[in-house]
C-alpha cells in the first residue's frame, strides 16, 4: 500500500501494484484534480468517515457490458407499464444523499461525506458525473450516480426507496447509452447487479477500456 502525499497529486501504476483485496493507496485529499486522476488510472475513493482516504482499484473488476444486460419478465412488464418516471441530471445531490442514507447489508452508516458530496457535485457540475432519478408520482423512489469517463462509466451507487425502482433506473441508464459507453463500471461484486449481468472481468481488461477512452 503506498502512502499518498497531500501536495502531489500521484498514484501507483494500477498496472504494476497489486493487493489481495485491491487497497492500492490511502491517505491524499478527495479535491476534483485527484478524483478524476484516480479515475483515469481505474482507481476510486472508498472509506468510513472516520478513517484515512482509502483508494481502491480491485482485480478482478465487476462490470457490465450493454449487450449483456439481463432485463426479468417481471421487470420487463414494470417497464412497458410505465410504473416510474425516469430522469436524468436533475437532482444529482439529492440522489447522492439518498444513496448515502439508504440502509445497507452489512454496513454501518455511510461512506459518502460531506466532502464526497462535495467533490462529486463539482464534477457533475464540469459535466463528468451523472445521475438518474426515478420518480413514482412526485417522490424521488430511487436512482444512481456515477462519473463518465468517455467511453466508460463508473457507477458509484445507487438506492431504492420502493421494489424495483434502481433496478427501473439503471436498465434505463444502459439502455439509452449502449451506443456511447463500452462497459459500466460496477467495481466489485454485488447479487443485485449481476442478476442485471454484470459479471467479473480481469483487472488489466477493465484498464485496457479505459485506455480506449474515445
Not at 457540475?125 to 436512482?143: C, F, I, P, T
Amino acid at each position: 500500500m503506498v502512502i499518498l502525499d497531500e501536495n502531489e497529486i500521484s498514484f501507483p501504476d494500477p498496472h504494476l501494484y497489486h493487493s489481495k483485496d485491491g487497497l492500492i493507496a490511502i491517505g491524499g485529499d478527495l479535491s476534483v484534480e485527484r478524483i478524476w486522476f484516480a479515475y483515469q488510472l481505474g482507481i476510486f475513493p472508498w472509506f468510513n468517515p472516520e478513517e484515512e482516504i482509502l483508494w481502491w482499484s480491485p482485480d478482478p473488476r465487476f462490470v457490465l457490458f450493454p449487450d449483456e444486460l439481463k432485463i426479468s419478465k417481471s421487470m420487463k412488464k414494470i417497464i412497458r407499464d410505465e410504473k416510474f418516471r425516469i430522469t436524468e441530471n436533475v437532482c444529482f445531490e439529492e440522489v447522492m444523499k439518498c444513496c448515502g442514507e439508504i440502509p445497507r447489508k452489512d454496513q454501518d452508516g455511510t461512506w459518502i461525506t460531506y466532502e464526497m458530496l462535495k467533490a462529486y457535485t463539482t464534477l457533475h457540475r464540469y459535466g463528468k458525473a451523472r445521475s438518474v432519478e426515478v420518480w413514482l408520482g412526485e417522490e424521488l423512489v430511487g436512482g444512481l450516480y456515477g462519473v463518465d469517463m468517455g467511453n466508460v462509466f463508473c457507477g458509484e451507487s445507487m438506492f431504492a426507496k420502493v421494489s424495483n425502482a434502481s433496478k427501473a433506473g439503471f436498465i434505463w441508464f444502459v439502455e439509452k447509452y449502449k451506443n456511447k459507453f463500452n462497459i459500466i463500471d460496477c467495481q466489485v461484486h454485488t447479487e443485485h447487479l449481476e442478476s442485471l449481468g454484470a459479471r467479473s472481468i480481469p483487472k488489466e481488461d477493465f484498464l485496457n477500456f479505459l485506455k480506449t477512452e474515445s
